[in-house]
DNA sequence: AACGTTATGTAATAATATAACATTTATAAG
DNA sequence: CTTATAAATGTTATATTATTACATAACGTT
């Protein structure tokens, strides 16, 4: 069951851009993209981002400075995702392997530290761009 | 059998800091440290630091934006790495476990998608942190 | 020596992100 | 409904991270 995180208007602004975007975007270019609707400020723009990174609904990809739409429905808190990036055409999408993020959940080593958290992401060619 | 990369002068001088420091370093702290070296702008230092990220001197923690040397000593080329981070005191140390590199170097799913290169960071208390 | 490659020096600027402060709006308790 | 508290917003300024552009020097090979 979902908890519902009714968002405030600047996040829901927000999310729905990047949720309709489909794919990654950077802040400046979302907040751009928003300016028209009132958003003019980067803070503005980076605190929305915080709270829907916070509460799962996008989650940031390191490598890219870039946010993105979770593509997984039941990825409540973002506690464990990962990603495949293709470096040609920087297409980015969310693994969702069952099997994966529970290898890693439970992955531990002998260093004593306790795993609460893990992003992971796989880089590569895209099948169209193996193609070219 | 270890290629030798011979370094540069500016490549060894801020090879030797990051390593000396045994912890991640980030690059305007990096400057800072080597200027009376000589070293007086962010590209001499981000230039250096392209080079042992490619030779794999050196790795990039993704979501601290800071560099870290390779602590383990087969890792010639970055195409394969994996840290724990504590989110307390920030300490970061590779993790090399073989079962682990191996599982992720094999990953393939439904995607089509080959993959090359991954990054994974834990995140997490180190003992120390986790008994205060 | 001549050539191509790699590294360096320097200045300017772009891109990403946060600090500080004032105000407003939403939520919940009494 | 009122008061208290937390969450969100607006605005300006600034900090941090990283790259562009161009000129010069050092290195490795033939
Ligand atoms: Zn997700
Ligand atoms: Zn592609
Ligand atoms: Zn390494
Ligand atoms: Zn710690």
Redesign the pocket.
Known sequence: MQKE????????IIFDLIDKSGGPM????ILFNVQKK???????????L??LVEIGKIH?IESR??FIACQNSSCQVSKATAFSICESCENVSEISNSKLSKYLSNFSDDSGMKYSKYNLEFFGLCKKCKSK
Request: charged share 30%; net charge positive.
């Open positions: 995180h009714s968002l405030s208007k600047n996040q829901k950077k802040a400046y270019s009132g958003i003019k400020a980067p803070l503005q723009v980076y605190r929305a915080d709270k940031k400075n870039a």
